[in-house]
């Protein structure tokens, strides 16, 4: 890992607001999640989304 990737990885763990999570998908750059669908964590996506906009509909 570059620093210049360590860098931007500490930076977005300080500013983040909640909820949001970091998820690395090993072998894709950001345009292979365009193009590649097989590589698109949609179980993880769906988990995700159904977790947090569940708990903004009880605000």
Do not use: C
């Not at 763990?13 to 698109?40: F, N, S």
Request: glycine share 6%.
């Amino acid at each position: 890992m570059t620093r210049r990737i360590r860098k931007s990885l500490g930076n977005w763990r300080i500013r983040r607001p909640p909820p949001k999570e970091l998820y690395w998908v090993k072998g894709a750059g950001h345009l292979d999640l365009y193009d590649r669908v097989t590589l698109i964590p949609f179980d993880k996506l769906t988990a995700f989304f159904n977790k947090n906009l569940n708990q903004a509909e009880s605000y």
